[in-house]
């Protein structure tokens, strides 16, 4: 069993900063990968931003050149740098943690990001 435990959302301004950071505890020697996804009102959950144990990164389109993923194994963090945000960036952001054989998935509580314009 992995926990997650996320912080650092809030409400900023258009063009703001923000960083939000997942602590993980538990088997988290069986993590192969973290991430992070977001949901906004009345839409889907969709990925943001993950990084490997390995050290490789994806990003979405949307948010590509902005955020920045990084994970701090020392302190069995994770953080994602979300720079010049939007609007559009507004929603519930999920810290997640897929662990490898058995593969399975694991979330933070959310954490509410809201940019105004």
């Known amino acids: 069993q992995v926990q997650l435990v996320e912080s650092g959302g809030g409400l900023v301004q258009a063009g703001g900063s923000l960083r939000l950071s997942c602590a993980a505890s538990?088997?988290?020697?069986?993590?192969?990968?973290m991430g992070w996804y977001r949901q906004a009102p009345g839409k889907q959950r969709e990925l943001v931003a993950c990084?490997?144990?390995?050290?490789?990164?994806y990003y979405a389109h949307s948010v590509k050149g902005r955020f920045t993923i990084s994970r701090d194994n020392a302190k069995n963090t994770a953080f994602l740098q979300m720079n010049s945000l939007k609007p559009e960036d507004t929603a519930v952001y999920y810290c997640?943690?897929?662990?490898?054989?058995?593969?399975?998935?694991?979330w933070g509580q959310g954490t509410q990001v809201a940019v105004s314009s």
């Open positions: 990084i490997f144990s390995g050290g490789s990164t």
């Open positions: 538990g088997t988290i020697f069986s993590i192969n990968a």
């Open positions: 997640n943690a897929r662990t490898r054989a058995p593969i399975s998935d694991y």
